[in-house]
């Protein structure tokens, strides 16, 4: 052990700390009767359950304020009404439930039903779950009048939502819930029901430093009887036995003392507007006069005793306090070694867990980006791979696609050559190296793409293109046009429809925002098959996600989705598909871009 190191300092501070003071008193004696005892307990446990109630009534008025944070949005209670039709109003009410979700340690779900809307909506630690009921979950109503009920303890539950997305252990805790009424202020209307369930942890957290678990007792309960928080875990949920005790501390003041001959019991009660809820403390008889029958054995072996626990007590504190120290140096030196995805793990609360918890977030940071740039440049690869697979090397391809040109005009066939020129660009813009491009480039690509299929399909097909001013020198993805395009040709044509139609049209609808619409009066998309492609395109991506680059589906419209997402720093672009009356489909983009500054080199 190294004298200069802070586990071996912390230790001879600690011993010489501790040590002195212990040996010092140890000097005195004292004899403590009964009556001085139990006066002293009585002071003590007094200021102790008074400290308690204080704290239980603060967390218990923060609980109360979040639940009232609804009114604090002034488009809350207009958005209760208009879910789910209004994906904005579904957000909106997601960020508050959220809030309020945040707003205090403990809330471990939220649920809200609209009475209006009959939308049911819970907010959990791991993603948002809603679904249409034409009534608020059984039970969920509890409020009275006044339109708050706090639920004494029970255990967890899900309010009719699937429990996929959680663990056993998430389901079965014990958790109290406040329940709160949402009314049409000033009116009385109620317009839904909101429930707040909250974990026992910050009433353990408190009740805990009320009493000794190992000699006394303590129980949290309400009105009724039923046990809000004890020491015995298999107690809590249940009704108090002491029913006796409970009615005549009913009848008593705010806060007292009760005597028997087994115990002392102190009491205090908690707000009434609130709560009402009860905490009672029972020390033993045998354990208030513990001190007086063992002051007389120790004093022979309190100093060898007491050496010892304080060595034993002072090695372990500093190892407990330096050993977080220690772990966090092993995880810094294997990421220094190359090894990026350590699992750095935070076992404690304090600044060294709070340290080590954001060097984990900085380096998830770190492999995120790392990752992100990996797959945005994969998935601008993906077309290229196809070429690769038929092992024909593009610069053949295209100088042969330019000699064949070349002699069918010499032959005064203009048609092949204006033909083959259209095709030997789109393979040269297939074999550019870049993975961002202008929406003028990307616009000209599915232009040659196009004016190939009009050969196909000669005056059967027409296109029309609509571009504002200014979006076409903005930057967005390479190839997101084409495969929207390409679809028609898979499925949407049919002649039994007559001429086939296609709109490309693109406009800035604020600033940095680019809207691109691909339309079609091809075959429309049957329902269910909608339904699921708009669910899949809806599922959040992630920068880690392997586009799917089979050859039944090309890229496919979720690889166009990951390719856009991925252009934007916090994945905020997105892609629409709906279906067009009579009959046909219409893609929507929205891509974040940025204004795109022509640089012309000599010699390109």
Not at 30 to 36: A, E, G, W
Not at 269 to 287: C, E, F, H
Not at 549 to 562: A, K, M, P, Q, Y
């Amino acid at each position: 052990m190294k004298f200069h190191s802070i586990r071996s300092r912390l230790i001879w501070f600690l011993l010489i700390a501790v040590t002195l003071p212990l040996l010092l008193s140890m000097t005195m004696t004292f004899i403590l009767t009964k009556q001085s005892l139990r006066e002293q307990a009585t002071q003590e446990n007094e200021r102790l359950i008074f400290q308690g109630i204080t704290n239980l009534d603060n967390y218990l008025q923060g609980l109360n304020r979040a639940s009232i944070g609804v009114y604090n949005d002034p488009h809350f209670l207009r958005n209760l009404a208009k879910i789910p039709d209004d994906y904005r109003a579904v957000a909106e009410i997601y960020t508050t439930l959220q809030t309020m979700m945040n707003a205090s340690s403990g809330i471990d779900q939220v649920y809200l039903h609209s009475f209006e809307a009959r939308q049911s909506t819970l907010i959990t630690s791991t993603v948002p779950l809603r679904e249409f009921r034409l009534a608020p979950f059984p039970g969920s109503i509890h409020y009275g009048s006044s339109g708050l009920f706090i639920q004494p303890s029970h255990t967890k539950h899900l309010y009719g939502f699937s429990a996929v997305s959680y663990t056993e252990h998430n389901t079965q805790r014990q958790v109290f819930t406040l329940h709160r009424a949402i009314r049409n202020i000033p009116s009385s209307e109620t317009l839904g029901v909101l429930a707040m369930d909250v974990r026992l942890e910050p009433l353990r957290s408190i009740c805990r430093q009320l009493y000794d678990a190992d000699t006394e007792e303590l129980f949290l309960v309400d009105r009724n009887g039923t046990i809000i928080y004890s020491g015995q875990e298999e107690a809590i949920g249940t009704h108090w036995k002491e029913s006796g005790l409970l009615n005549r501390i009913s009848k008593e003041g705010e806060h007292g003392v009760i005597e028997d001959d087994t115990a002392l019991q102190v009491y205090g009660k908690l707000d009434a507007n609130l709560s009402g809820w009860t905490i009672v403390k029972k020390i033993p008889n045998r354990t208030l006069y513990l001190r007086a029958t063992r002051l007389t054995q120790i004093n022979a072996v309190i100093t060898g005793a007491a050496l010892l626990l304080v060595i034993v007590a002072t090695l372990w504190i500093s190892i407990k306090i330096t050993e977080p120290i220690k772990r966090l140096t092993r995880y810094i030196n294997q990421i220094q070694s190359g090894q990026l995805d350590v699992d750095i793990r935070a076992m404690s609360n304090d600044e060294i867990g709070v340290l080590s918890r954001r060097f984990r977030q900085m380096m998830d940071t770190i492999n995120n980006l790392i990752l992100r740039e990996y797959k945005l440049e994969l998935a601008n690869k993906t077309h290229q791979l196809k070429a690769l697979q038929a092992q024909i090397n593009p610069h053949f391809l295209y100088n042969t696609l330019q000699s064949i040109g070349t002699l069918a005009l010499q032959h005064e066939v203009p048609r092949i050559y204006s033909l083959l020129s259209s095709l030997a660009k789109m393979l040269r813009y297939n074999m550019r190296d870049h993975t961002v491009v202008t929406l003028k480039e990307e616009a000209e690509h599915v232009k040659q793409y196009l004016d190939l299929q009009k050969e196909r399909f000669g005056e059967q097909l027409e296109v029309t293109y609509q571009w504002d001013d200014g979006v076409l020198n903005d930057q967005v993805p390479k190839m997101i046009l084409q495969p929207l395009v390409e679809n028609y040709f898979k499925h949407g044509a049919d002649p039994r429809l007559g001429h086939g139609e296609i709109r490309i049209a693109g406009c800035r609808i604020r600033e940095g925002i680019v809207k691109i619409t691909v339309e079609n009066n091809g075959t429309s998309i049957p329902q269910t098959e909608l339904e699921q492609l708009q669910h899949m395109l809806k599922r959040p991506l992630k920068a880690y996600e392997e586009p799917n680059t089979s050859e039944s589906d090309s890229i496919g419209l979720r690889n166009v989705l990951l390719r856009i997402q991925l252009h934007s720093e916090d994945g905020s672009n997105t892609l629409y598909v709906d279906n067009i009356l009579p009959h046909g489909v219409r893609y929507t983009l929205e891509i974040r871009t940025e204004a795109h500054t022509e640089i012309h080199i000599k010699g390109e």
